[in-house]
Nanobody, 127 residues
Framework: VQLQASGGGLVQAGDSLRLSCAAS????????MGWFRQAPGKEREFVAY????????YYADSVKGRVTISRDNAKNAGYLQMNSLKPEDTAVYYC?????????????????????WGQGTQVTVSS
């Protein structure tokens, strides 16, 4: 499956953004999906996860309550709604997909679990 993330931009603290992840090349509904981010000089970190049918979701503590992950399998798309953005949310955001079909948090929050990655979209939050 090929993934393409979009929707990033330059916003002010407190603003909202909705990131999209468009999937092509294979049936998107067979994949669990995750969002990760990487800030300059830092390692890639987990942001959110959603299972193939939307039945399970996980969030990083740093974004919980401000971020909502969702998907529309009919449109082969996933989304990350981010509200109350903070300067520390500034990073390149990546969507990723896996066929692992596990809902164990420790596994689905690890970048190594994911087989397919989009190219990333830059989110910059100014104070």
């Amino acid at each position: 499956v090929q993934l393409q993330a979009s929707g990033g931009g330059l916003v002010q603290a407190g603003d909202s953004l909705r990131l999209s992840c468009a999937a092509s090349g294979h049936t998107f509904s067979t994949y669990d999906m995750g969002w990760f981010r990487q800030a300059p000089g830092k390692e890639r970190e987990f942001v959110a996860y959603i299972s193939w049918n939307g039945g399970s979701t996980y969030y990083a503590d740093s974004v919980k309550g401000r971020v909502t992950i969702s998907r529309d399998n009919a449109k082969n798309a996933g989304y990350l709604q981010m509200n109350s953005l903070k300067p520390e949310d500034t990073a390149v955001y990546y969507c990723a997909a896996t066929t692992s079909r596990t809902v164990i948090r420790m596994i689905v929050t690890a970048a190594g679990t994911y087989d397919y990655w989009g190219q990333g979209t830059q989110v910059t939050v100014s104070s």
